[in-house]
């Protein structure tokens, strides 16, 4: 349990540090991250430019706040459509069993036997590569995995006495379902939707880095490592920083996502 | 035995039609007219409907997709829009590219990391622990991008000693092709480095607290027996069907990777033709990639009697 604490201690300041960036660029970047600075290309870090310009000149830090505000904004959006979508899946698949649980898990099971990010690089196809398409197609992508977490867990509440006992007491199904089976299927659902943020902060980055994502001018973390890819040796900051930001952020949810499946998954406990 | 085979075969089949359908839809669901596309600007409404006819676009859609599995069957995938090529060779080439990196990178990672990942849940909470499980989740964190850009800085770029950019089959060169797969090879091995040490860890310390352990130690068995021989082979397993998925799981995200060190692999050739909106090929890859996914893992189902004899018993 000492472990625990202390992980979870440096993932959730990792990801409030995150939270704070994404904030902070929301309203206030030390310079503009659009602004061309042609006398200032590929200027070393320096107390003008903490971390930096790139190739046209913007600043490094500026940008990098800009695009953890991208990250968390697609992050949470497409965690928020898998976790409704998926939810919703999950508990009509496992309360209403049969033919319909059936058909929604063969479908649910055809789309999970999509490996990684090819689904979603399929769905990209279809809804655009743009910031609405990558939530879209990661958050179809994702509902699966959720949908299959929820049902899991629906079909061992629902034998529950007290689920019975809603039943007895005249309530309706769709009642019972929202009052009593849902909110016992909070856990599975944090530690689940918690690793799906890392997800899809994981994958929007390498799509925008593939080109696939965020077009450029605006900046996210993985199209500025894209486009810093050609200066690497002239200027290593350019690879370094988006890069890191990326991996802090990551190493965050991982921590985090651990400590709280330590804590809301009995079945884990004792083997971290 | 057999009944066990045959019911993992008949498990991959509805799988494997679903996957198809899904692939099917998905292409069909893409905006646009692709007879108007192949078609070009200039195209008159009666050529249109000609290249209609032709590509069966004016069928029904579930007579579209009989004629289009038939033809997948016959190993007839659809020729690419941007040059005519036929897709299925097209893709094979490419996915032996990216193959012989994911086989290779997965295997060293396993030798690896396996054993790390027992040995951390052999002293577990010791020093040793904290450090492999602390490396692992830092190795975990890296996005897979980074790391090869990274290593291409410092190892092509700073040190020189492998080449940088280009790729050379090996099959043409040998040598010259290896320099150039270490680094994408390294890139990925210090990845899934991260997945699988966690893994082999936590299988492993489920089997050390059960009764039989205690029993082979009280029996005095060396530390080594008792690690390698008792609970090693009852805690491979799941370790086994997570390296499964990471073989399929690469196959699929491989673009990143094929991007950093500019191979010619499938995952790069999905998405250039993503951006030529080339849909024949972008099927293809979908089709090819999730039916060899679907496929390795049968693949793993069918050994892992090997490792843990119990599931035929089932």
């Given at each position: 349990?000492?472990?625990?604490?202390?992980?979870?201690?440096?993932?959730s300041i990792l990801i409030a540090a995150l939270l704070l960036s994404a904030a902070l660029g929301l309203f206030w970047s030390p310079y503009d991250p659009m602004k061309l600075g042609f006398t200032a290309r590929l200027e070393a870090p320096s107390s003008a430019h903490w971390l930096g310009t790139d190739e046209f000149g913007r600043d490094v830090l500026s940008r990098l706040?800009?695009?953890?505000?991208?990250?968390?904004?697609?992050?949470?959006?497409?965690?928020?459509?898998?976790?409704?979508?998926?939810?919703?899946?999950?508990?009509?698949?496992?309360?209403?069993?049969?033919?319909?649980?059936?058909?929604?898990?063969?479908?649910?099971?055809?789309?999970?036997?999509?490996?990684?990010?090819?689904?979603?690089?399929?769905?990209?196809?279809?809804?655009?590569?743009?910031?609405?398409?990558?939530?879209?197609?990661?958050?179809?992508?994702?509902?699966?995995?959720?949908?299959?977490?929820?049902?899991?867990?629906?079909?061992?509440?629902?034998?529950?006495?007290?689920?019975?006992?809603?039943?007895?007491?005249?309530?309706?199904?769709?009642?019972?379902?929202?009052?009593?089976?849902?909110?016992?299927?909070?856990?599975?659902?944090?530690?689940?939707?918690?690793?799906?943020?890392?997800?899809?902060?994981?994958?929007?980055?390498?799509?925008?880095?593939?080109?696939?994502?965020?077009?450029?001018?605006?900046?996210?973390?993985?199209?500025?490592?894209?486009?810093?890819?050609?200066?690497?040796?002239?200027?290593?900051?350019?690879?370094?920083?988006?890069?890191?930001?990326?991996?802090?952020?990551?190493?965050?949810?991982?921590?985090?996502?651990?400590?709280?499946?330590?804590?809301?998954?009995?079945?884990?406990?004792?083997?971290? | 035995?057999?009944?066990?085979?045959?019911?993992?075969?008949?498990?991959?089949?509805?799988?494997?039609?679903?996957?198809?359908?899904?692939?099917?839809?998905?292409?069909?669901?893409?905006?646009?007219?692709?007879?108007?596309?192949?078609?070009?600007?200039?195209?008159?409404?009666?050529?249109?409907?000609?290249?209609?006819?032709?590509?069966?676009?004016?069928?029904?859609?579930?007579?579209?997709?009989?004629?289009?599995?038939?033809?997948?069957?016959?190993?007839?995938?659809?020729?690419?829009?941007?040059?005519?090529?036929?897709?299925?060779?097209?893709?094979?080439?490419?996915?032996?590219?990216?193959?012989?990196?994911?086989?290779?990178?997965?295997?060293?990672?396993?030798?690896?990391?396996?054993?790390?990942?027992?040995?951390?849940?052999?002293?577990?909470?010791?020093?040793?622990?904290?450090?492999?499980?602390?490396?692992?989740?830092?190795?975990?964190?890296?996005?897979?991008?980074?790391?090869?850009?990274?290593?291409?800085?410092?190892?092509?770029?700073?040190?020189?000693?492998?080449?940088?950019?280009?790729?050379?089959?090996?099959?043409?060169?040998?040598?010259?092709?290896?320099?150039?797969?270490?680094?994408?090879?390294?890139?990925?091995?210090?990845?899934?480095?991260?997945?699988?040490?966690?893994?082999?860890?936590?299988?492993?310390?489920?089997?050390?607290?059960?009764?039989?352990?205690?029993?082979?130690?009280?029996?005095?068995?060396?530390?080594?027996?008792?690690?390698?021989?008792?609970?090693?082979?009852?805690?491979?397993?799941?370790?086994?069907?997570?390296?499964?998925?990471?073989?399929?799981?690469?196959?699929?995200?491989?673009?990143?990777?094929?991007?950093?060190?500019?191979?010619?692999?499938?995952?790069?050739?999905?998405?250039?033709?993503?951006?030529?909106?080339?849909?024949?090929?972008?099927?293809?890859?979908?089709?090819?990639?999730?039916?060899?996914?679907?496929?390795?893992?049968?693949?793993?189902?069918?050994?892992?009697?090997?490792?843990?004899?119990?599931?035929?018993?089932?």
């Amino acid at each position: 349990m000492k472990n625990f604490t202390f992980n979870g201690l440096i993932g959730s300041i990792l990801i409030a540090a995150l939270l704070l960036s994404a904030a902070l660029g929301l309203f206030w970047s030390p310079y503009d991250p659009m602004k061309l600075g042609f006398t200032a290309r590929l200027e070393a870090p320096s107390s003008a430019h903490w971390l930096g310009t790139d190739e046209f000149g913007r600043d490094v830090l500026s940008r990098l706040l800009v695009g953890a505000r991208a990250s968390v904004w697609i992050g949470t959006l497409t965690v928020t459509f898998a976790t409704v979508c998926g939810t919703l899946i999950g508990l009509v698949s496992g309360y209403a069993r049969g033919w319909i649980d059936a058909v929604i898990m063969a479908v649910n099971n055809a789309l999970l036997a999509f490996p990684g990010i090819l689904l979603a690089l399929g769905l990209l196809a279809v809804f655009g590569a743009n910031q609405y398409g990558i939530i879209f197609a990661l958050g179809i992508a994702y509902s699966p995995s959720m949908a299959r977490v929820v049902r899991g867990a629906v079909l061992s509440l629902r034998e529950r006495e007290f689920i019975e006992a809603s039943k007895v007491m005249g309530n309706g199904e769709l009642y019972t379902m929202f009052r009593h089976i849902l909110p016992n299927c909070v856990a599975p659902i944090t530690v689940l939707a918690t690793s799906m943020f890392g997800w899809a902060i994981l994958s929007e980055s390498a799509l925008s880095f593939l080109g696939l994502g965020v077009p450029p001018p605006a900046p996210t973390w993985g199209n500025m490592l894209a486009a810093g890819r050609p200066f690497i040796e002239q200027a290593v900051w350019l690879g370094l920083f988006p890069g890191l930001a990326i991996a802090l952020t990551l190493l965050g949810i991982n921590l985090l996502g651990d400590a709280l499946r330590d804590k809301l998954d009995p079945r884990m406990r004792g083997l971290k | 035995m057999l009944k066990f085979v045959l019911n993992r075969l008949l498990m991959a089949l509805p799988t494997i039609v679903l996957v198809s359908v899904t692939v099917f839809a998905l292409i069909r669901f893409i905006p646009g007219d692709p007879a108007a596309l192949m078609l070009g600007d200039m195209a008159q409404p009666d050529q249109i409907a000609a290249m209609h006819s032709e590509l069966g676009l004016d069928k029904s859609l579930p007579e579209q997709f009989l004629i289009w599995t038939g033809n997948v069957v016959q190993g007839d995938f659809g020729r690419s829009i941007v040059n005519d090529e036929a897709v299925l060779p097209l893709v094979v080439s490419r996915f032996l590219v990216s193959a012989e990196i994911v086989v290779v990178a997965v295997l060293l990672a396993s030798l690896i990391a396996v054993p790390a990942g027992v040995i951390a849940a052999w002293r577990q909470n010791s020093l040793t622990d904290l450090a492999l499980v602390g490396t692992a989740t830092i190795l975990l964190s890296i996005p897979t991008f980074w790391l090869g850009l990274l290593l291409l800085l410092w190892f092509g770029l700073k040190l020189s000693w492998l080449p940088v950019l280009g790729y050379v089959s090996v099959g043409s060169n040998l040598t010259g092709g290896l320099l150039y797969l270490v680094l994408p090879i390294m890139t990925l091995v210090i990845h899934e480095m991260g997945v699988l040490i966690r893994m082999a860890r936590a299988s492993t310390l489920e089997v050390l607290r059960l009764d039989y352990i205690t029993h082979a130690r009280a029996k005095g068995l060396s530390e080594s027996a008792v690690l390698w021989r008792h609970a090693f082979k009852n805690a491979f397993g799941p370790t086994w069907t997570v390296i499964g998925l990471i073989l399929g799981n690469l196959l699929g995200g491989i673009a990143v990777i094929e991007t950093v060190f500019t191979i010619p692999g499938l995952g790069r050739l999905m998405v250039d033709s993503i951006f030529a909106r080339d849909y024949p090929v972008i099927q293809g890859c979908l089709l090819f990639v999730s039916l060899s996914y679907v496929l390795v893992n049968l693949v793993v189902d069918l050994l892992y009697p090997l490792f843990d004899p119990r599931v035929v018993a089932e």
